[in-house]
């Protein structure tokens, strides 16, 4: 069963970087396929108005 969260997107100062919040449920939860400080490949798909994540191999 997928585990569902509510995150927000955030910038900090001035910066042009946004930073998107993920909910600590979602983090702890076993099936989380990041760790801290890894970097990730963002994707935007218009067509669908989503963001995907995925890890760099």
């Known amino acids: 069963m997928s ?3 509510n ?12 930073y998107l ?8 939860d076993s099936n989380f396929p990041f760790e801290e400080g890894e970097q990730v490949k963002i ?5 669908n108005k989503r ?3 995925e890890k760099i191999r």
């Open 21 to 28: 919040t993920i909910p600590s449920a979602l983090a702890r």
């Open 43 to 47: 994707t935007i798909d218009p067509q």
């Open 51 to 53: 963001l995907i994540a």
């Open 3 to 5: 585990v569902v969260g």
């Open 7 to 18: 995150g927000r997107v955030v910038s900090q100062g001035n910066a042009k970087t946004k």
